[in-house]
């Protein structure tokens, strides 16, 4: 996977029982060298307290109205001010941390399961079923923006974050195949796969022990920086009333209120702005630290 796990396994017949150890510590050495991804997997991590914790720390019930302090400046007893029914923005602020990991999380974990298999058979098999069937519905689902995909797709759903986050798993899936397939065509005609067919090993076993520990490198790397991309994407689609549905608290929703208050109370829409904006850029310098981590060209 790198020059220097390569010079790792080549010490393992001396040190046999320590080469996992080391590998796995030289890995984790290289990603606390770099400092970015460290940065981002701290905001990634604080994310996932603050959501996994929402109930425990928030302030108030993220739904509880106060009619007599609405659209309160941040103060003492609200501390990131109030919105235009008087609910307080810090604890819809928290809650709405769940429902953007919540909806990222499904989205990667669909494409991941839509594009791995279709990339594998699209790879391993070849022929018809890769140039005239699955690459083929890649490529028109790539011929539309991201975002307009993930629109229409929601569109048609209905709104509701399970259905806006199928949508963004949907738009998301092609990068998944196109990865899983590069890698299946990297490793499918080594020697070592044909020694496994050569003692009977099935496919799905080649997939498992050969191909699938070639491809985790980039899909993980793809993984963190799909978070990213579905942060932002369910954000849209909320602000666009088609993602989580009133009174759920989301970030995008947050937003598309702020907006009609953006002169009278502007810190409305600082704070869910402020939130994605971390969490994009939390996953996204993660994501950079794993590519950096695993590449062998780069040396941290």
């Given at each position: 996977m790198?020059?220097?796990?390569?010079?790792?396994?080549?010490?393992?017949?001396?040190?046999?029982?320590e080469?996992?150890g080391?590998?796995?510590?030289?890995?984790?050495?290289?990603?606390?060298r770099?400092?970015?991804?460290v940065?981002?997997?701290?905001i990634?991590?604080?994310?996932?307290?603050?959501?996994l914790?929402?109930?425990?720390f928030?302030?108030?019930?993220?739904?509880?109205?106060?009619?007599?302090a609405?659209?309160?400046?941040?103060s003492?007893?609200?501390?990131?001010?109030?919105d235009d029914?008087?609910?307080?923005?810090?604890?819809?602020?928290?809650?709405?941390?769940?429902?953007?990991?919540?909806?990222?999380?499904?989205?990667?974990?669909?494409?991941?399961?839509?594009?791995i298999?279709?990339g594998?058979?699209?790879?391993y098999?070849?022929?018809?079923?890769?140039?005239?069937?699955?690459?083929?519905?890649?490529?028109?689902?790539?011929?539309?923006?991201?975002l307009?995909?993930?629109?229409?797709?929601?569109?048609?759903?209905?709104?509701?974050?399970?259905?806006?986050?199928?949508?963004?798993g949907?738009?998301?899936?092609?990068g998944?195949?196109r990865?899983t397939?590069?890698?299946?065509?990297?490793?499918?005609?080594?020697?070592?796969?044909?020694?496994?067919?050569?003692?009977?090993?099935?496919?799905?076993?080649?997939?498992?022990?050969?191909?699938?520990?070639?491809?985790?490198?980039?899909?993980?790397?793809?993984?963190?920086?799909?978070?990213?991309?579905?942060?932002?994407?369910?954000?849209a689609?909320?602000?666009?009333?088609?993602?989580?549905?009133?009174?759920?608290?989301?970030?995008?929703?947050?937003?598309?209120?702020?907006?009609?208050?953006?002169?009278?109370?502007?810190?409305?829409?600082?704070?869910?702005g402020?939130?994605?904006?971390?969490?994009?850029?939390?996953?996204?310098?993660f994501?950079?630290?794993?590519?950096?981590?695993?590449d062998?060209?780069?040396?941290?």
């Amino acid at each position: 996977m790198s020059i220097r796990l390569g010079e790792q396994a080549s010490e393992s017949a001396a040190v046999p029982e320590e080469s996992e150890g080391v590998g796995r510590r030289g890995l984790l050495a290289r990603f606390l060298r770099h400092r970015a991804g460290v940065a981002g997997a701290i905001i990634v991590l604080l994310l996932v307290l603050v959501a996994l914790t929402a109930p425990l720390f928030a302030p108030y019930n993220p739904d509880y109205q106060d009619l007599n302090a609405i659209l309160h400046a941040p103060s003492h007893a609200h501390v990131l001010g109030t919105d235009d029914l008087g609910r307080d923005e810090l604890s819809r602020l928290m809650f709405g941390s769940r429902v953007s990991l919540e909806a990222a999380a499904l989205s990667v974990f669909i494409a991941i399961l839509i594009g791995i298999p279709l990339g594998f058979i699209a790879g391993y098999y070849r022929g018809f079923w890769d140039e005239w069937i699955i690459m083929r519905v890649v490529d028109a689902l790539q011929a539309f923006p991201f975002l307009i995909l993930a629109l229409a797709l929601t569109v048609f759903l209905g709104p509701g974050l399970v259905n806006a986050s199928i949508a963004i798993g949907i738009g998301f899936s092609p990068g998944f195949v196109r990865i899983t397939r590069a890698q299946v065509l990297a490793v499918s005609n080594q020697e070592y796969v044909d020694g496994a067919r050569a003692i009977g090993a099935g496919d799905l076993r080649i997939f498992r022990s050969y191909i699938l520990p070639n491809a985790l490198a980039p899909i993980l790397v793809l993984t963190a920086l799909s978070m990213a991309a579905a942060v932002l994407a369910e954000a849209a689609l909320s602000f666009l009333g088609l993602g989580v549905q009133p009174p759920t608290p989301s970030w995008g929703q947050m937003l598309s209120v702020a907006q009609n208050y953006i002169t009278l109370a502007p810190w409305l829409a600082y704070w869910p702005g402020i939130a994605i904006f971390l969490a994009v850029i939390g996953f996204n310098i993660f994501g950079d630290g794993i590519r950096d981590t695993l590449d062998p060209r780069m040396q941290l």
